[in-house]
């Protein structure tokens, strides 16, 4: 795929390389990933900067003991990289894992900087977003540490069911915990807790809602924050 084509596919990316060096246009990769991929390991030498200009991501954290912590999720258009880069760093900080199917245009780490200490236009739109980043981690940081397991795991829920427009919540236990943070431990007592309070069911093994659960729900959720 050329970047022309790419552009076809996806016109909001002329925002973003709008000013780009004439010289780019000739020095770049673009790369499909199949959906569960990891783009970047946590650790590793960072030589490039991406654009993910389809598909959505996760970012994680791993830790030697093996536990994994989700720290967002992401939609297009995204960046790999940035952060490392602008912090003057050598090794990416967490591992990037693709939910979907992505397409990520790539440059060189040195030709993102010098392209960078010159578009003003690009350095905004850059740090727009690991300032929205930076937001939304403080945010649900706040929440994590000052709501109990209930109201956290519910109002995950209802953003899932939001989001896929499901009243069924495809996700493993292993999988919300590294969503939430919450302990499997707690999850499965939350989770049985919650079912015998009426606000959610379980079907073939997964939470899942009726209309009538899903607007208790929200009731529940409004009453509960300040």
């Known amino acids: 795929m050329t970047l022309e084509e790419l552009l076809l596919k996806v016109p909001e990316l002329e925002t973003y390389i709008r000013y780009m060096p004439e010289e ?18 946590k650790d590793e030498l960072l030589d490039y900067f991406g654009i993910v200009c389809e598909g959505y991501h996760r970012v994680i954290n791993e830790f030697e003991n093996g536990n994994v912590f989700m ?9 790999v990289g940035e952060v490392t880069i602008l912090a003057g760093k ?8 693709t939910l979907t199917e992505c397409t990520v245009l790539y440059f060189s780490r040195k030709d993102f900087e010098d392209w960078i ?11 727009q977003k690991v300032a929205y980043k930076l937001y939304r981690s403080s945010y649900n940081r706040g929440n994590r540490l000052f ?40 999850l499965n007592r939350t989770i049985h807790a919650l079912k015998e309070a ?20 929200r009731e529940y959720l409004a009453q509960k924050t300040p």
């Open 24 to 41: 780019l246009k000739n020095r770049y990769t673009i790369k499909t990933y199949a959906p569960k991929t990891i783009i970047h390991q």
């Open 71 to 79: 720290i967002e999720r992401n939609d297009p258009i995204d960046f």
């Open 90 to 97: 050598e090794r990416t900080s967490v591992t990037i894992e």
């Open 117 to 127: 200490s010159k578009d003003i236009h690009l350095l905004r739109l850059v740090s």
């Open 147 to 186: 709501y109990p397991p209930q109201h956290l795991l519910l109002k995950y829920f209802l953003q899932y069911a939001d989001e896929y427009q499901t009243f069924v919540i495809r996700r493993t236990r292993e999988e919300m915990h590294e969503e939430t943070g919450i302990s499997v431990k707690t």
């Open 198 to 217: 009426g606000l959610i069911g379980i079907t073939r093994g997964k939470v899942s809602f009726t209309q009538e659960q899903i607007r208790a729900v």
